[in-house]
């Protein structure tokens, strides 16, 4: 990306050479003409425009840039239904697969509800450090002439296109949960959960994290950020706020909830590996929206984030099916399947960051570490984490977090990180190790913050209404005893 006062001369330069030449041409014109071209100049040379109006907002919206936040919202609902849906359901026994599909479908649903009833509002105004305001509940005051910052001066989306791009990852991160004690937990308490849980742990974390003031406002509002946005804690797209804030969710839920029954005694191999395929491609697609999306324009960095994603997660893929030939002398497309999306969670925190061949290397090293916990630490410690969202998420999401700090110094190629407390923004200057420790704080927050609220909530739940349903039920399988109907009938 071209510093920005390297673009503003361009541009100024451009536009006073098109006054010049148009000066002979408008005396012929009607004057307004000749008016509107040198407000244009004027504004041009000037430079970007510090603190806009909502009417100048309105002239720094690209068609482009929408365009492509729409899309990447598009992408990133695929992630979630159908995607997720169909590898988690995959995964499970046939007497289950239809409660995984309804799980996943209706916390997308509410999750959708409760976002823009209040979600947006916590997660993306300002507050305190740690939760926003109620300025926005019901999105009062947004509309179709409001207008959201991206991370560039000058430069803004519709607001509506940031709720409905930020409400997919709302949707898909308490989704992710249900995967840790998949086949054994009731309808109704689920969802109750995920109310609360998204009200209480994801809304608090996306604010700490994501709130900012915007570029041409931050430099007069310095402490108007999140808590770690203030830290300077670097999460592209969301390795601490979706990954590790739903799989220490997830362990949290297993370790609440109890082991399957039949766990470690019964065999109990995924029904349909084909769905579960299915399911990783759709989600290796959609998460171009999930990642590239996140840049909130359609530029360079964009196109960053894109390569790195691919190349991550293929490095991961390739990883895992190596450690299995190795290890079990067969390379199984689960585990290749699992390889990917240990790679998409830790390229993710990394993806506008990092550069192609250090990303290839995170991808390397997440898929290394989850084979560990999800082989080795899950069977010595014993807890049901029945589809791996603790031993990929979570981990996962660690290594992409703390790793980011190292892929992203300009040393080794990465982007560096912009000082956006000066106007214009600048590149600031790199402290690997400093910001290694940031990080590590960052991911220590999310897991103290998000644990410690999941084992409330599993905890009132299991004493209240209850989480687990009757071993009858759970032996005969959840589709029909929670929702009356089979996946199959045949």
């Known amino acids: ?74 992408l990133v609902l695929m992630m979630s239904i159908p995607g997720l849906a169909l590898f988690y359901g995959g995964l499970v026994r046939t007497k289950n697969m239809l409660s995984v599909l309804m799980q996943v479908l209706t916390i997308v649903s509410v999750a959708a509800l409760v976002w823009v009833s209040w979600g947006y509002t916590l997660a993306f105004t300002s507050g305190s450090p740690y939760i926003g305001g109620l300025s926005k509940a019901f999105l009062a005051g947004v509309d179709g002439t409001t207008f959201a910052a991206t991370f560039s001066n000058n430069v803004y989306i519709p607001e509506l296109a940031f709720v409905v791009f930020q409400m997919t990852f709302a949707c898909i991160t308490p989704a992710l949960i249900v995967g840790a004690f998949a086949e054994r937990i009731k309808f109704t308490p689920l969802i109750i959960f995920t109310v609360l849980w998204l009200t209480l742990a994801y809304f608090p974390i996306a604010h700490m994290v994501w709130y900012w003031a915007g570029p041409d406002f931050l430099p007069d509002a310095p402490t108007d950020t999140g808590l770690l946005w203030g830290m300077g804690a670097l999460d592209f797209a969301g390795g601490t706020v979706v990954h590790i804030n739903a799989g220490i969710a997830g362990l949290v839920g297993c370790l609440v909830i109890g082991k399957r029954l039949g766990y470690k005694t019964e065999n109990m191999p995924p029904h349909s590996l084909v769905m579960t395929m299915i399911g990783a491609s759709l989600l290796w697609v959609g998460w171009f929206g999930f990642n590239a999306g996140s840049n909130l324009e359609a530029n360079g960095v964009t196109a960053v984030a894109f390569i790195n994603t691919f190349v991550a997660t293929a490095a991961a893929t390739v990883a895992w099916a190596v450690i299995e030939q190795i290890v079990h002398k067969k390379p199984s497309l689960l585990g290749a399947a699992t390889g990917a999306v240990a790679g998409l969670v830790a390229i993710t925190p990394a993806s506008g960051l990092a550069a192609p061949m250090t990303s290839i290397l995170l991808g390397f090293a997440a898929s290394i570490v989850c084979f560990f916990f999800v082989t080795t630490v899950k069977n010595k410690l014993g807890y049901d984490d029945s589809l791996d969202v603790f031993g990929v998420h979570c981990v996962g999401g660690i290594i992409g977090a703390i790793g980011t700090g190292i892929v992203a110094d300009p040393a080794l190629g990465g982007q560096g990180f912009f000082d956006y407390t000066v106007f214009p923004a600048g590149v600031g200057e790199y402290d690997m190790a400093a910001q290694v420790i940031t990080q590590i704080k960052a991911v220590g927050i999310t897991v103290i913050w998000s644990g410690l609220v999941s084992a409330v909530l599993f905890y009132a739940l299991k004493f209240t209404i209850g989480l687990r349903p009757s071993e009858e039920v759970e032996q005969a399988g959840l589709d029909i005893s929670e929702h009356g109907e089979r996946a199959y009938n045949y």
Do not use: N
């Open 1 to 74: 990306m071209k510093p920005l006062h390297t673009i503003g001369a361009v541009v100024g330069t451009t536009a006073l050479s098109v006054f010049t030449a148009a000066q002979a041409w408008a005396a012929t014109t009607a004057p307004a003409v000749a008016e509107v071209t040198e407000e244009v100049v004027e504004a041009a040379v000037a430079g970007p425009i510090k603190a806009p109006t909502v009417e100048q907002m309105a002239g720094m919206v690209d068609k482009g840039d929408t365009t492509w936040m729409l899309i990447s919202s598009v």
